[in-house]
């Protein structure tokens, strides 16, 4: 096979044995790889009802057919299992060069089951694998693990791991790669750790072997220069300063940056936190993944007297999560917090949200100094590093903060107060003033995620074509498009960033052109647009189907009761509530599903999934 | 500006070079080359090159 290496590996933990198979051509075409063969495994294999930090669960890490080609941004794998946070599939996608490594050893999927008597981590050196004692490692940091796995393995050898959080199994632990690389969301590194899983580490030789080297030549070329031209005439924002720089600004102005626990739509504090003041304050280098011609990793350095350390980030979530969300307007503290969660394996998304929901019971009295150990206060910058070290360790009241926003907020009586959908805490744009971006929280298969459309960015920015942020109706369609070209972006390997730009038909239906062109070069297994399309789309019926089995309706596609019901009083988005019953009613219908959100039998067979 | 002078003539007046692809924000609200601006009003330009 092109592209795709054609072979997955499984490691049965309980007996220590790993295992070789052939990738089923006909199932990799179907599904693409990456998050297509992670819910075809998913939905073979994993019983969806199981606890997920039993050993009954499953931990699929997956590449994509571009992953480790020099394809653009082809530079991500996706982390699926069934999430301990939020009893869902997870996503967790993250790039680096441990996803371009995994390609280079020969291997599409890794697929982790039971649960090892002891620590171990798996050591993928070429073709000779094996599980190794980690009994030395457990209790190690991040960049510890990663500095001692180099050590003892090959220099050249890439790291994911888990920090202390995941061995602590909080529920929002990342599996984190190339030390500052997270596949952040939902607990997957919880699931790691309840496996005695340490680490995964990686060596491969040559390159992924491509159908069509000449005509992948020639895409290369057109895409590249018609990218550095647009760069040349105007600097990419994204490049100079960061997710940070490019969406702190931009949700401000547009009133839905969320602040306050969602109170607010606007942070009087946002240029203290902004990356262009991280640009002048903090930058050492800017830091590209694999592949990618952008480059906005941000490699920083704090000096600030109890804020000192160095590393990567914050991005926007990391920035709008421990800061606006917490009141938080100290840059300094909030990097620092963003290098502890980095350190602690901690998804730095869901860690703010739980703070800032701590932040908010504290504040209307509904949790009190004695039971959080003291004043938990908007604003604090101090407690709020304070509070990421004790959750990372569970200990005292990160104990309970480990649990994440709806577990903590339903223990006090008020689980309203958690700003999540399918427990999963909302990234930083507020749906109030963007209603397509509400139905993308509430239908997205893991909960609350940015990720599986970016409907916010079309809304916000207007672009392939503007839309009114505001209005609901019609929402649902575009919604659904979106959501299936992301399963084939999040599949074929690639990173939203570059992809939703650049390799896209520029209409409102983004069909994913570019890609369907490098997937041909690269694979040669000769898609076209229709099959490449309802790839997408059998991922997300395939997803909402581990749902179902799983115990999740229409019920649970929903948003805080705040976003419903509490319209903000001031800003661009004044007045303004999410519709989101409505275009539920919209959504089911453009998707084929039941009024109660279950996929039809007729949608189901079209697709190939019965 | 003039008043009620239009997007179109802010972006020639600060010498936005033209073919390249923006966004422009009128006090939060997305905004055309004929949107009128008005005293005191808050331009937001935007360039999406790569993404973001």
């Not at chain 1, 394996?345 to 703010?352: H, K, S």
């Not at chain 1, 790839?535 to 019920?555: H, I």
């Amino acid at each position: 096979m092109y592209g795709w290496r054609g072979r997955v590996l499984r490691v049965d933990l309980a007996r220590g044995e790993c295992k070789e198979e052939n990738l089923d051509p006909q199932v990799a075409k179907d599904y693409i790889g990456g998050r297509g063969l992670g819910i075809y495994y998913l939905n073979k294999e994993a019983n969806p009802k199981c606890d997920p930090l039993s050993p009954e669960n499953m931990l699929i890490m997956a590449a994509g057919p571009l992953t480790g080609t020099s394809a653009p941004t082809a530079a991500r794998y996706m982390v699926m299992t069934k999430g301990p946070l939020t009893g869902a599939v997870t996503c967790s996608n993250s790039g680096g060069h441990f996803p371009k490594e995994l390609k280079r050893a020969n291997f599409d999927v890794l697929i982790f089951t039971g649960r090892a008597s002891k620590p171990v981590y798996l050591w993928v050196n070429k073709d000779k694998i094996e599980l190794r004692p980690a009994g030395h490692l457990w209790g190690k940091t991040v960049p510890d693990t990663t500095n001692a796995l180099s050590s003892e393995t090959d220099p050249r050898a890439r790291v994911a791991c888990i920090g202390p959080a995941g061995e602590k199994l909080v529920l929002f632990a990342a599996i984190m790669n190339d030390k500052y690389r997270a596949a952040g969301r939902s607990g997957v590194g919880a699931v790691m750790g309840s496996k005695n899983l340490k680490a995964v580490v990686v060596l491969g030789e040559g390159s992924v072997p491509l159908a069509d080297k000449e005509r992948f030549n020639e895409i290369q070329e057109r895409v590249l220069t018609k990218f550095r031209n647009a760069a040349k005439a105007a600097p990419s924002l994204l490049s100079q300063h960061g997710t940070i720089g490019v969406m702190m600004p931009l949700t401000q102005k547009c009133g839905v940056l969320p602040t306050k626990n969602f109170l607010q739509g606007t942070f009087s504090g946002w240029e203290a936190i902004t990356g262009q003041t991280l640009t002048q304050k903090y930058l050492q280098k800017t830091v590209a993944c694999w592949a990618c011609p952008i480059a906005c990793g941000r490699f920083t350095r704090v000096g600030e007297p109890g804020f000192e350390g160095e590393g990567e980030g914050p991005e926007f979530e990391t920035g709008f999560a421990l800061g606006a969300l917490c009141m938080v307007d100290n840059l300094a503290a909030i990097t620092k917090a963003n290098y502890i969660c980095n350190d602690l394996g901690l998804d730095t998304m869901t860690m703010g949200g739980t703070i800032a929901c701590a932040m908010e019971l504290f504040d209307r009295g509904y949790l009190t100094e004695k039971q959080a150990g003291g004043p938990i206060k908007w604003g604090d910058a101090q407690k709020l590093i304070e509070l990421i070290k004790l959750t990372g360790y569970r200990e005292g009241f990160g104990n309970e903060l480990a649990e994440g926003s709806y577990r903590l907020a339903e223990r006090y009586g008020h689980p309203e107060l958690a700003m999540v959908s399918k427990r999963l805490e909302l990234p930083g744009y507020d749906p109030r003033g963007l209603q397509g971006t509400g139905l993308n929280y509430a239908t997205s298969p893991i909960g609350g995620s940015h990720c599986r459309a970016h409907m916010a960015y079309c809304e916000m920015v207007g672009i392939p074509k503007p839309i009114d942020p505001h209005e609901w109706k019609g929402k649902a369609r575009i919604v659904k498009l979106w959501q299936d070209v992301f399963a084939v972006i999040d599949s074929a390997g690639l990173c939203i960033f570059f992809t939703i730009r650049n390799l896209l038909y520029p209409g409102i239906e983004i069909l994913p052109e570019g890609i369907l062109e490098y997937l041909n070069a690269v694979t040669g297994a000769g898609y076209n647009m229709d099959e490449l399309v309802k790839a997408g789309e059998r991922t997300l019926n395939a997803e909402r189907m581990f749902l179902v089995k799983a115990g999740f309706s229409r019920k649970d596609d929903s948003l805080p009761h705040r976003l419903i019901h509490e319209p903000f009083s001031e800003g661009p988005a004044k007045g303004k509530v999410v519709h989101l019953e409505e275009m539920l009613e919209e959504y089911y219908e453009e998707r084929g599903w039941s009024r109660e959100g279950i996929p039809t039998d007729a949608k189901l067979k079209e697709l190939g999934l019965r | 500006m003039d008043s009620e002078a239009t997007i179109s003539e802010l972006l020639a007046k600060i010498q936005f070079p033209s073919g390249v692809e923006r966004m422009v924000l009128v006090n939060g609200h997305q905004a055309n080359f004929s949107t009128r601006l008005a005293d005191g009003d808050e331009v937001f330009i935007f360039v999406p090159v790569a993404g973001g």
